[in-house]
T-cell receptor
Framework: GENVEQHPSTLSVQEGDSAVIKCTYS??????FPWYKQELGKGPQLIID?????GEKKDQRIAVTLNKTAKHFSLHITETQPEDSAVYFC?????????FGTGTSLTVIP | NAGVTQTPKFRILKIGQSMTLQCTQD?????MYWYRQDPGMGLKLIYY???????DKGEVPNGYNVSRSTTEDFPLRLELAAPSQTSVYFC????????????FGPGTRLTVL
């Protein structure tokens, strides 16, 4: 089955700096790649996604890039703010199944 | 419009006990999913359903059962609870028009002692 790897597991940045989280996947049939933000005690919340026919997508301070050839995709957060502190998960979708990375705990230091 | 609701929020079970985790959605979507999240790990798909009367196994189905008699409800059953089933359980359904998007409920934290 699909294997999604996510790095780093923890990330600390100064407020205003950028943060980058990277994921790789193994199944070339995967065609949808969402990113989720999870705050303590809550369910994951979709923040941005990208489909396999697109190389990059941006939504304000958040962007996602996809390299299908290399089977990796990345989340970029610019001008980080303390409220960006959370755990971020990448995922891939193959058919009806979703496979998640192990998460990145992002801390934005004021 | 509550989205996805899950009950209970917390539960402690003894080994061998059984329970049902409830999930209800008011988004009128055919697809529903159950995940478990272990500490420091990502979510693992347990079971999913593409419509009433149709269920399928995910990545980690052993020890669980599901049913889908209505579009709104997708209960998850643990028949003989084991310590390995200590986890946080999330139910999800697509939030938008695409079946890809996952809109998660608030979760049920289960401890098996």
């Amino acid at each position: 089955g699909e294997n999604v790897e996510q790095h780093p597991s923890t990330l600390s940045v100064q407020e205003g700096d950028s943060a980058v989280i990277k994921c790789t996947y193994s199944d070339s049939a995967s065609n949808y790649f969402p990113w989720y933000k999870q705050e303590l005690g809550k369910g994951p919340q979709l923040i941005i996604d990208i489909r396999s026919n697109v190389g990059e997508k941006k939504d304000q301070r958040i962007a996602v890039t996809l390299n299908k050839t290399a089977k990796h995709f990345s989340l970029h957060i610019t001008e980080t703010q303390p409220e960006d502190s959370a755990v971020y998960f990448c995922a891939s979708n193959t058919g009806n199944q979703f496979y998640f990375g192990t998460g990145t705990s992002l801390t934005v230091i004021p | 419009n509550a989205g996805v609701t899950q009950t209970p929020k917390f539960r402690i079970l003894k080994i061998g006990q059984s329970m049902t985790l409830q999930c209800t959605q008011d988004m009128n979507h055919n697809y529903m999913y159950w995940y478990r999240q272990d500490p420091g790990m990502g979510l693992k798909l347990i079971y999913y359903s593409v419509g009433a009367g149709i269920t399928d196994k995910g990545e980690v189905p052993n020890g669980y059962n599901v049913s889908r008699s209505t579009t709104e409800d997708f209960p998850l059953r643990l028949e003989l609870a084991a310590p390995s089933q200590t986890s946080v359980y999330f139910c999800a359904t697509p939030g938008g028009h695409s079946y890809n998007e996952q809109f998660f409920g608030p979760g049920t934290r289960l401890t098996v002692l």
